[in-house]
Nanobody, 125 residues
């Protein structure tokens, strides 16, 4: 049984940083891992892709809002993926979900049902 457990969320001021962690367990195969987020007032299906990492070659991909500010990295031995978020903005507020992905043409496609319960990030002044 696959499980994804996200931690590291919290409340911060604009310009501050947070690092999220996700432990994936019960894996029967090597998966591409990454993050998406659900903004306040948005439906779950309206979630925005943030970042993912290709397990085969280590390439990383970022949504436009994350480029230059967020960094994704992974500890393969521990099946853990991280998201370092710097220079946080008000619009970064949301529930961040760790998920498994397929990657094609530089686009991260989340695999249905392959995500955790999320960790909440609140950026407010």
């Amino acid at each position: 049984q696959l499980q994804f457990e996200e931690t590291g969320g919290g409340s911060v001021r604009p310009g501050e940083s947070l690092t999220l962690s996700c432990v994936a367990s019960g894996l029967s195969e090597v998966l591409n891992l990454g993050w998406f987020r659900q903004a306040p007032g948005k439906e779950f299906v309206e979630s925005e892709q943030v970042s993912c990492l290709d397990s085969s070659d280590g390439r990383t991909y970022y949504g436009d809002s994350a480029k230059g500010r967020f960094t994704i990295f992974r500890d393969h031995a521990k099946n853990t993926v991280f998201l370092q978020m710097d220079s946080l903005k008000l619009e970064d507020t949301g529930i961040y979900y760790c998920a498994a992905y397929e990657i094609g043409d530089g686009i991260c496609f989340s695999r249905a049902g392959y995500w955790g319960q999320g960790t909440r990030v609140t950026v407010s002044s």
